[in-house]
């Protein structure tokens, strides 16, 4: 095969940037099971969701047709701020390894939220200020979510409003600092701020929080507050069509230089990294123009796809969200406080779940120490100190290079690198110290939250 | 004028990248001062030198006449990984500004050091390594210097030995857990691992330490050890040179685009970004092809051009470096405590002392919370989180562009955006909270430390 001269780093041009979202749930025959009222337990209409989310990303959430959606001027001015973010040949890593396989991966962290949240932050805060609303509130986990919108609304000059899951707010303190830069206001969660945080507070006194309970919180003050509505960064479908902007660019910089990804890998928490950066390349496989390997990586401390159910669950701890059939671990699951960095939500988003249990995706779950090992490994030959997160990905694409060895195969490894660890480093620093465990847990634990799941139809 | 439309980031091709370094001293009609044996007061020889640097670093120090060094392509490819950075054009700036003037920025902050520092650390590891070396030392401020050559260190598998200013090591915990992850040891400086560590200890128990505190640890343990040299992340002639670099794709990514700018702004601390950004625009000032501003800005705690004076002074508190003619504050000299980052040297690079002694070169000082106050500007504008050590060159790069308003002017005005903030947030948190003051030194205090000067010819 001839093949150009592949540089280290690939950029497209500005003019080459996407100028539309691709909305992988076009082109899927079966389409993801809808969200259901939790009133009602029927799908949710646009004016059920009305109170919570913005009126024009309701649209983009229960469309299932549209396969294109135009990126409005506004957020790709913003986009070119940080963007298009580059398409890396890993030569260093492929080269430490010995591996013949060859290994890209998309660098989503050089901006200052740190990761590939800013994508869909700005969308969002863009139709909340179009919307002509005052503010908007969010829960936030690692932080790069929080921080990514606390951006985007400084941007369009929007009051943001974050939860942040209070085991990170701990771990990670100068993430309120970037937050606050930017002008959000952050409150650890659960708090008693809220009625739900106060419930929770009340029945779990010491927890130190989950995703589902800062969703709680954030949409109850979404609702009770006028002129707000509630924003979330990753499972929703809207999040997903936003990211594919990383997919997309992904696509265009192999195509340019006549590359075919093989095996395309990412972490997978709530899926939005994960659902963007495979997008247009399932959009292929599902109209059968080609095949690709894809895989999920999840954290084995809360591993969704791989040990949990397919079923309508809750999506936050609170019960005031609406209903998804997703895989879960069951909405009071809350991995063990051990776990670091993100990764810790209890379902995975609903289009993703669909995929996975098509038999179009696979799944692997990886441990903590394992994860931090790679990253460190990854960081020695690439420069890049990873997030927990994306390290996950690091970890599985290594493995994927290393059968390569084996097998004597060139596969072509397209990883996504989510983004950067400097607000890790209390996580780095108990990998160092030995002070990092692998708990993962137990097929009985994870019964007690797969039994108490709502019963659907 | 036509101007080709102008992207918000220029970035150049891998075949554009500079292939050589150039050295402003070989256009300088009157030559920087030389380095001088303390021992002897003599010019320094390659042989004087040879215990404390690298062979091949040393002929680059001396060398005043040669205007181009080849890159070794090892050193190109490693730049590969990280290079080129983008020269951004600051359009949102300018519009939230609502300045005629043109304003670009050349972004360092795009790796996991943090900052241009990367671009020494790697050329001086290069050699380390070429020499045989087993490791080097350094000492470190920010700790951007120490990360970027712990990062060097781990690519050419070299041992890498840190002494880092104690204050910097108090407000940025997390520095040393980057450093860590890529194999470097990082001591608090003064030490009492030294002998010149335990002496300052000694005179001045619960110093906060300084550069030219941890530059003597450093050079001793160096010359002490076996197989080891000392590395210096600013100051050197040798540093200017490598970063020269960032000058000359700047110079590139605007010749490309037809643009000539009018005002070049760098933050001042021993120099070595400002010398590296200025390098080929002062070049063709001095060959008398072209001209322009250029502006150094220091720090008004820390202002060595502003209120030093040009003498022979000693590089390090403990005097076992070469003496070097510089403005300098006295090797004495150590900024208040409040004083948060880098720009902490007591002098300034030998070249940009002359420079800016012969009149071709200009230089302001700003105070801290000014700076922070156009950080945070800057950040809400454009997205990034700058270091406070570049925020030093926004808040001058706003203050001309503010100029243009008044004037109407449209001068096109570069500065050198050096890192991010990300490891400076306990500095934020102090400016967030109104915890930052002003302090400046009095002309009464700077006496102390000029009198103390060496008495040279």
Known sequence: MSEKKI??????????MPKAWYNMRADMKDKP??????????PMSEEDL?????????????????????????????????RPSPLVRAYCLEKKLGTPAKIYYKFEGN???????????????????KQGLKGVTTETGAGQWGTALSMACSYFDLDCKVYMVKCSYEQKP????????????????????????????????????????????????????????????????????HQS????????????????????????GGGSNLGGLIAPF??????????????AVEPASCPSLTRGVYAYDFCDTGMVCPLAKMYTLGSDFIPSANHAGGLRYHGMSSILSKLYDDGLMEAVSVK??????????????????????????????????????????????????????????????????????????????????????????
Chains 1, 2 share one sequence.
């Open 7 to 16: 540089p280290y780093k690939i950029y497209l041009e500005e003019k080459e």
């Open 33 to 42: 099971a809808p969200l259901l009222n939790p009133a009602t337990m029927e």
């Open 50 to 82: 009305a109170p919570v989310f913005c009126e024009e990303l309701i649209k983009q959430e229960l469309d299932n047709d549209t396969a294109y959606f135009d990126i409005p001027e506004e957020i790709r001015d913003f986009y070119k701020m940080y």
């Open 111 to 129: 901006n200052t939220s740190g990761s590939h949240k800013l994508n869909s932050a700005i969308a969002q805060a863009y139709y909340a200020k």
């Open 174 to 241: 100068f993430r309120r600092e970037v937050m606050r830069t930017y002008g959000a206001s952050v409150t650890p969660s659960p708090s008693m701020e809220t009625e739900v945080g106060k419930k929770i507070l009340a029945e779990h006194p010491g927890t130190t929080g989950s995703l589902g309970c800062a969703i709680s919180e954030a949409v109850e003050k979404a609702v009770t507050s006028k002129g707000y509505r509630y924003v979330l960064g990753s499972v929703l479908n809207q999040v997903l069509l």
């Open 245 to 268: 902007v990383i997919g997309l660019e992904t696509k265009a910089a192999l195509d340019k230089y006549g590359v075919k990804a093989d095996i395309i890998i990412g972490c997978a």
């Open 282 to 295: 399932m959009g292929e496989k599902l109209r059968g123009e080609a095949d690709y390997r894809f895989i």
């Open 368 to 457: 903590q120490t394992e994860v931090f090992e790679a990253a460190q490994y990854f960081a020695r030959a690439e420069g890049i100190l990873p997030a927990p997160e994306s390290s996950h990905a690091i970890k599985a694409a290594i493995d994927e290079a290393k059968k390569c060895i084996e097998t004597g195969e060139e596969k072509t490894i397209v990883f996504g690198l989510t983004g950067t660890g400097y607000f890790d480093m209390v996580a780095y620093e108990k990998f160092h110290d030995g002070d990092m465990n692998d708990y993962i847990p137990t097929d009985d634990e994870l019964k007690i939250y797969r039994d108490k799941l709502p019963k659907i139809k």
